[in-house]
């Protein structure tokens, strides 16, 4: 493996997670088009543009959508200290 420190976990999520969901929006959008050749070269340069678009967005917006979705969610098996059981 890499060797990351785990202290940059978050940031390898973002990147990881921004990459997959922009490739398959791309291709999701590239896919009208014509041949495969067409389709390739258009999803690859969307896919360039959107990860670049997006990355900054989700490695900004994750801790409040973490804190947010954390609000909206109750832990299981009555445990109030916020960590698993």
Known sequence: MLGIPR??????FGVIQSGL???I???I????A????VFLTHWMVS??????????IVLLAAPAIRAF?????????GSQTGRPA
Do not use: C, D, N, Q
Not at 7 to 12: E, G
Not at 47 to 56: D, E, F, Q, T, Y
């Open 47 to 56: 896919w360039l543009i959107a990860w670049v678009a997006m990355l900054p």
């Open 21 to 23: 969901t922009s490739l």
């Open 29 to 32: 959008a590239s896919f009208p």
């Open 69 to 77: 979705s954390l609000r909206l969610t109750r832990e299981e098996g």
């Open 25 to 27: 929006a791309a291709g």
């Open 7 to 12: 202290r940059y976990s978050h940031f390898v």
């Open 34 to 37: 014509g041949t495969a050749m």
